[in-house]
């Protein structure tokens, strides 16, 4: 597939590793965004400073110092436990997610190095089942955790995820537990834990490991929290107060310790390397 389509158009922010179109319309202010220069912006609007979805590969490659990630964990497939079927078999889900993806997993995980420091890092891929978290991807988080304690260095773990995955159904669920754990046995050596928060991150992943960080950072207008406040207002059948659930109201109530520009991300990151590590 070129770089560009045939046929030029707006296309939707929806990320891939090559996404059709050169033109993005805004999903917030509905401006229209020349693609490349947009890239340039790091996925955010320069009108409303709306940050869009962003490919995990491309937030590794401009956040950590550049040539030296390395992943890992490749060839970690997820398997289909319980056979479990909806309108689509799991397995056939996997397959076609995985060949649209080019990936093998909701999770991205590996070594880099930021400002010159060694780092254990991790990063969902929202575009692969919503970045749901299921046997695998619990098992990638929980080897961020255990390669930060065998190495002694700081782990980041960057969450965007719709939760557990339900077609592992109770496998799926365990995972709060083991990368939790993985996490405690991480305390060990010392190290900072910096978990940033982006749009969305909720269910189980925002449940277990992306809120125990020694420091909790978010994106702005994030969507965090456990149960999605559509689902919470027909639970309780009370309005929720503005902007409930996002980074800001999370900030002004004490629930994440920062929000940072994702052009800032990189230098904020350093900083509290510099002060933790």
């Known amino acids: 597939m070129s770089w560009f389509s045939k046929k030029p158009g707006i296309a939707t922010p929806e990320p891939s590793r090559r996404m059709e179109g050169l033109w993005v319309k805004c999903e917030a202010c509905s401006e229209i965004l020349y693609r490349a220069e947009l890239e340039k912006q790091f996925n955010v609007c320069p009108h409303c400073n709306h940050h869009m979805l962003w490919p995990a590969r491309e937030r590794l490659a401009t956040l950590l110092d550049e040539g030296v990630f390395q992943e890992m964990d490749k060839g970690l497939l997820p398997e289909d436990p319980l056979s479990f079927s909806d309108t689509k078999r799991?397995?056939?889900?996997?397959?076609?997610?995985?060949?649209?993806?080019?990936?093998?997993?909701?999770?991205?995980?590996?070594?880099?190095?930021?400002?010159?420091?060694?780092?254990?890092?991790?990063?969902?891929l929202f575009r692969f089942m919503g970045g749901s978290m299921g046997s695998v991807a619990g098992e990638k988080i929980t080897?961020?955790?255990?390669?930060?304690?065998?190495?002694?260095?700081?782990?980041?773990?960057?969450?965007?995820?719709?939760?557990?995955?339900?077609?592992?159904?109770?496998?799926?669920?365990?995972?709060?537990?083991?990368?939790?754990?993985?996490?405690?046995?991480?305390?060990?050596?010392?190290?900072?834990?910096?978990?940033?928060?982006?749009?969305?991150?909720?269910?189980?992943?925002?449940?277990?490991?992306?809120?125990?960080?020694?420091?909790?950072l978010a994106e702005p207008k994030a969507l965090i929290g456990f149960a999605g406040p559509r689902v919470i207002e027909q639970t309780i059948h009370q309005k929720l107060p503005e902007g409930f659930q996002r980074s800001e109201f999370l900030l002004e109530h004490g629930m994440v310790d920062g929000i940072v520009q994702r052009k800032e991300m990189r230098e904020r990151l350093i900083q509290l390397l510099e002060l933790l590590a």
Do not use: N
């Open 90 to 124: 799991y397995k056939e889900r996997l397959k076609s997610t995985q060949k649209t993806t080019g990936e093998e997993e909701a999770f991205l995980s590996g070594l880099g190095k930021l400002g010159g420091r060694q780092v254990s890092v991790g990063c969902f």
């Open 143 to 216: 080897r961020v955790f255990e390669r930060a304690h065998e190495l002694k260095c700081p782990a980041i773990v960057f969450s965007a995820s719709g939760g557990a995955r339900m077609q592992e159904g109770i496998f799926s669920l365990m995972q709060m537990a083991k990368t939790s754990a993985a996490l405690a046995r991480f305390r060990e050596v010392k190290r900072p834990y910096i978990s940033v928060m982006l749009h969305p991150t909720t269910g189980g992943v925002a449940a277990s490991f992306a809120w125990l960080g020694d420091i909790v």
